[in-house]
């Protein structure tokens, strides 16, 4: 039973340990937890850990906005959402005026304007959600 628990302890341990491979001439594969001549070190590291470590890795050249040249940009992006939200809900009240004067007999045309008012409502709706994100 002792050997038991030291073994569970120990496990732990085994599990940060460096893997080696290493694959001899006649194609035999060894694994060792210790380095191995013509062996190299696995990376067994998660794939979505690697994936957020190489997110975080910046190149040294990359560009670098200052923190006025960002607010000069959300500035600009909060303008121009604005004016395609206006331009959006005046689209989608052109298309309810429309519904209210149609022929309620002419059903090609209600169904058109319908999708109209749902294109235009589903915009509106995404606009006003993306400007809410805004600082």
Known sequence: MKSL?????????????DIYKAVDAEGHVTYSSTPIKGGKRLNLMHPEERSREKARDTPQ?????????QKVRDGTRRKILEDELKTEEGMLSNAIQGL???????????????????????????????????K
């Open 61 to 69: 050249d990359f560009p670098k906005v200052t923190e006025e040249t």
């Open 100 to 134: 209210k004067s149609v022929n309620p007999k002419d059903q090609e045309k209600l169904d058109s304007l319908n999708r109209q008012v749902e294109l235009h409502q589903g915009n509106v709706d995404a606009l006003k959600a993306e400007i809410s994100r805004l």
């Open 5 to 17: 628990c030291l073994l569970l302890c120990m496990l732990p341990i085994a599990a940060q340990a």
